[in-house]
């Protein structure tokens, strides 16, 4: 890494899950607010800053010669940090306080756990893996308090169904790369991601019917589609050609899949 390096976000599938989830509350919504743009800065920069933060961090605790990275570093999290310090400011100046404490609160241990589990290089733990999830398709709560000034009932709906989906597909993902180091003969018969995959699986399936039972056909056809294509992805993995996909085209079928995804759970919801 040079002393250079850019620190934008880079974390595609990270981005599109935090991004979706706005671009879906601000539609629900249908209403809009300049305060909604604060949000949308103060989240991309809170997930941007996570990089540097981790370069500044393993300089303090880990590395015992200075990195040219490391300057470098300081400035981009500077930079975003006045981002979300000035996006921050709009804020609160338009949301209750007990949001902007809980929301603060949240964004700050995250970011720290982030940091932390980085440093330690544990980030495909498998609970910091859903986790992520969850804290990433938060942001749609954060768009509606902004849009409305309140987080209705089918915002919660939305953030719980935009976190299994972006869960299973984090899962998926990682049984996928474990499957092919097995392949290249190392770790033989390492498959706690793909246990966990097919757990999310099952609860997608289980989501579908239960939402079945409450006519929410829309929504039953999202957690189907997703359930079948991360089941499949599963099955597929068994297969050493299969395995040889290009990991590019891996990522932009699962942005295809949850930006489908999303459409239909909007339209359930609307």
Known sequence: MSASHSFLPREHGATAMLLTPVICAAVLAREWRWSEIATLTAAVAALAAKDPAVVLARQRFVW????????????????????????????????PLT??????????????????????????????????????????????????????????????LLAMQASAGILVVHARLDARIALRGKALGKERYRLAAQIAVGLLTSAAIAFASMGGGWIVLALLMAALSHGYDLHSQRDAGALQLPLKQVGQRALILSSVYAILVIVGLW
Do not use: D, Y
Request: glycine share 8%; with cysteine; hydrophobic share 55%.
């Open 99 to 160: 949001a902007i404490l809980a929301m603060g609160l949240g964004v700050g241990v995250f970011s720290a756990l982030a940091v932390t589990i980085n440093v330690k290089n544990r980030q495909r733990s498998t609970l910091f893996q859903i986790a992520s999830a969850a804290a990433l398709t938060s942001s749609c709560l954060a768009t509606s308090l902004s849009a409305a000034g309140s987080i209705p009932r089918w915002c919660w709906w939305l953030w719980l």
């Open 64 to 95: 015992k010669q200075p990195h040219p990275e490391t300057a470098g570093a300081a400035r981009w999290f500077a930079g975003w940090a006045a981002i979300l310090v000035v996006s921050g400011v709009v804020l609160v100046a338009t949301w």
